[in-house]
C-alpha cells in the first residue's frame, strides 16, 4: 500500500510538460504548477503573438506572470525524492536501462540527446547536474536508435523540407546539399502548430457531432412519443368504428326480427280467419249435404227456404303468393354498404400509409450505386386495370398482348381503350422492381387517378401530368411525361430497373444487364402515391416482373 502511494504522489507531483519530477516549481496563476524552464520554454515557444496560456487549463493571463519558485512545493518534492521506490528489473516488454551493469532495471526515462534511456536510479544526474538539465528527456523509447543517421553515424537534429525526412549534419553537406533544411525542433514547432490545429478542428467536429446526437436522441424519444400516442389515438379511433359498426350490426339484427315478428304475426292472423272460414263453410256443406239427401220432397222443400245465404269471404277468392325476396335484399344492402366501406378504407388506409411514410426525420439517403435489393418490392398487376386484349398469368405479374380480347368483366378501373394496367400495390417510400421484356414495352409509373375510358391524353401513359413512362424500343428509349418526349441514350436490355425515392421525389430508370446503368432520372415532387404501370405495344409483347432475391 506505501509503494502504491509513493507512486501516486510521484505522479502527483510531476511536471506535465516533461513528465519528471518538479524541478524548481511554479505555480501559475490558475493554480497548476510546472517545472521553471519547462513553462518558459513552452511559453517562449508559442507564437509571441498569442496570450500566454495554461497548457492544461487553457486559462490566458495578461500579461505574462512574472515565474517564482514554489518553495513549499520544492520542499514537498525533495521529500518525495527520497522516498522514491527502488528500480524496478526490466521485464521482457519493457525499455532496459542502457546504463546498469548485470541486470538491467526498467527505463524510466529515456534522453534524445544523449540517446540513452535511464532508469530510476541513473537518471538522477539529469535533475542535479546543470549541463544535463537541458537535455530532452521523454518516456522509455525503444526506438532511439532511429535518431542515428545510419549513414554517418550522427545523431539526426536538421529536418530536410525538400526530401521531408531527418538528417544529420553531414548530409545537409554531401547527400542534401542545397536543400531547404531547418532545426529539427523547428520543423517540429511548425508541425506541432499544425497538429494543435487539426487537434482544434477534429475536437469541434466532435463537439458538433456530440450535439448532433444529443439533437437525434431527442428525435428519437419524440419519435416513439408520438409513434405510442398514434398508436394509442389509433386504437381508440378503430375500436370507436368497430363499435359503431357492432351497433349498427344490432340494430340492423333488431329491426329485422322487429319486422319478422309483425310479418309472421299479420300473416298468422288472415291464416286463423281463413282457417274459421274453412270450419264454418265446412258446417254449412254438411246441412246442405244433408238436406240434399233428404227424400221426403215436402220436407226438402219446407226446409229450404230457411237455409241462409252463403256470405261473402273476408278474402280475395285467391291468395297470390308472390316470388317475394323477404329479407334478401336486406343482405344485399348491408353487402353494397361492406363495398362502399371497403372502397372507402382502401383509399383512406392508402392516405394513413403516404402520411406515415412521409414521417423522415432525416434527409434521403444518397441513391445506391448498385441494384437497390434493399428496397426491393414484389409488383402484381391489378385484373380490374387491364385492358381486354392484355392476358395476365405468372401470378398476374406478367402480362402478353393478344389479339383475341379476354372475358374480363365491366370494372370502372379498367382502361378501355389503351393497352395499359396498372399495379395492386400502392408505391410509397423507397421501393425497387425490375421488368423483363419482349418486344416493344411502355414501363410507366401513375397516379392511381388516371382516366380509364377513352382514347384522351388523360387516359394514356406518359401523355399527361400525372404519370411518367419509358418507352423501350427494339433499339433506343424514349421517356415520355406531360406528353413531352425526351430521347434517352443508353445500353437497350431486355430488362429495366425501377427506382424510386417518393419522399425525395426521385423516379430513375436503369438498363439492367451484367452492370446497371442510369438512362434516366426524374427529381420532382410527388403529392400522391404510385402504381406501377405497363404498355405491351404490339402482339405478342410481353412484360414481367420479376421476383427479386
Known amino acids: 500500500m506505501a509503494h502504491r502511494g509513493s507512486q501516486r504522489d510521484y505522479r502527483k507531483f510531476s511536471c506535465c510538460i516533461c513528465l519528471d519530477l518538479l524541478k524548481d516549481p511554479v505555480t501559475i496563476p490558475c493554480g497548476h504548477s510546472y517545472c521553471m524552464n519547462c513553462i518558459k520554454e513552452h511559453w517562449d515557444g508559442e507564437d509571441q503573438r498569442k496570450i500566454p496560456s495554461c497548457p492544461q487549463c487553457r486559462e490566458t493571463f495578461t500579461p505574462r506572470p512574472v515565474l517564482k519558485k514554489n518553495v513549499m512545493l520544492a520542499d514537498l518534492v525533495e521529500d518525495l525524492k527520497k522516498t522514491r521506490l527502488p528500480a524496478a528489473p526490466a521485464g521482457p516488454e519493457d525499455v532496459a536501462c542502457d546504463v546498469c551493469i548485470g541486470r538491467k532495471m526498467k527505463a524510466v526515462k529515456s534522453c534524445l540527446v544523449c540517446l540513452i534511456s535511464y532508469c530510476q536510479n541513473h537518471i538522477q544526474p539529469h535533475s542535479n547536474v546543470p549541463g544535463l538539465q537541458k537535455h530532452k528527456l521523454v518516456d522509455p523509447s ?5 535518431n542515428i543517421c545510419s549513414r554517418h553515424d550522427e545523431v539526426m537534429k536538421i529536418f530536410c523540407r525538400t526530401d521531408q525526412q531527418c538528417i544529420c549534419y553531414l548530409c545537409t553537406m554531401v547527400e542534401h546539399k542545397g536543400h531547404e533544411t531547418v532545426p529539427a525542433a523547428a520543423e517540429r514547432a511548425e508541425k506541432q502548430k499544425e497538429l494543435q490545429v487539426r487537434r482544434q478542428q477534429i475536437q469541434q467536429r466532435i463537439q458538433d457531432q456530440e450535439k448532433d446526437v444529443k439533437l437525434l436522441q431527442q428525435e428519437v424519444e419524440a419519435i416513439n412519443v408520438s409513434a405510442d400516442k398514434a398508436v394509442e389515438d389509433s386504437e381508440k379511433i378503430f375500436t370507436e368504428m368497430i363499435r359503431l359498426i357492432q351497433k349498427g350490426n344490432s340494430n340492423v339484427k333488431q329491426e329485422i326480427r322487429s319486422q319478422q315478428e309483425t310479418e309472421v304475426s299479420r300473416v298468422k292472423e288472415l291464416q286463423e280467419k281463413l282457417e274459421q272460414e274453412i270450419t264454418e263453410l265446412k258446417r254449412k256443406d254438411a246441412e246442405l249435404k244433408q238436406l240434399s239427401d233428404t227424400e221426403d220432397h215436402n220436407q226438402f222443400l219446407l226446409n229450404y227456404p230457411s237455409l241462409s245465404a252463403l256470405s261473402e269471404s273476408t278474402h280475395s277468392s285467391s ?15 348491408v353487402s353494397e354498404l361492406r363495398e362502399k366501406l371497403k372502397d372507402i378504407l382502401r383509399e383512406t388506409w392508402t392516405n394513413i400509409s403516404l402520411k406515415i411514410y412521409e414521417v423522415d426525420v432525416l434527409l434521403s439517403e444518397p441513391e445506391p450505386k448498385t441494384r437497390f435489393l434493399n428496397y426491393s418490392t414484389e409488383i402484381t398487376l391489378d385484373p380490374n386495370t387491364a385492358h ?15 389479339n383475341q380480347q379476354q372475358s374480363y368483366p365491366d370494372h370502372p378501373d379498367r382502361f378501355t381503350d389503351y393497352n395499359q394496367a396498372l399495379s395492386r400495390e400502392v408505391l410509397t417510400g423507397r421501393c425497387y422492381w425490375e421488368v423483363e421484356r419482349r418486344g416493344e414495352v411502355e414501363v410507366a409509373v401513375s397516379y392511381k387517378n388516371i382516366s380509364r375510358a377513352g382514347r384522351s391524353e388523360e387516359c394514356l401513359f406518359g401523355a399527361n401530368e400525372i404519370s411518367w413512362s419509358l418507352y423501350c424500343k427494339t433499339d433506343c428509349y424514349e421517356f415520355w411525361h406531360n406528353n413531352i418526349k425526351t ?10 430497373g425501377v427506382y424510386l425515392d417518393h419522399r425525395a421525389g426521385i423516379l430513375s430508370f436503369y438498363s439492367v444487364s451484367d452492370t446497371m446503368t442510369l438512362l434516366h432520372r426524374v427529381q420532382t ?9 405497363i404498355k405491351p405495344f404490339f402482339k405478342d409483347a410481353s412484360a414481367e416482373f420479376i421476383k427479386l432475391k
Open 142 to 146: 525503444k526506438n532511439l536508435h532511429e
Open 319 to 333: 291468395i297470390n303468393i308472390r316470388p317475394l325476396r323477404y329479407f334478401e335484399d336486406v343482405t344485399a344492402a
Open 388 to 402: 381486354r386484349k392484355l392476358l395476365l398469368s405468372e401470378g398476374n405479374r406478367k402480362i402478353t398482348r393478344m
Open 487 to 496: 430521347p434517352v441514350s443508353g445500353p437497350v436490355s431486355s430488362r429495366v
Open 525 to 533: 415532387t410527388f403529392t400522391q402515391p404510385l402504381h406501377a404501370g
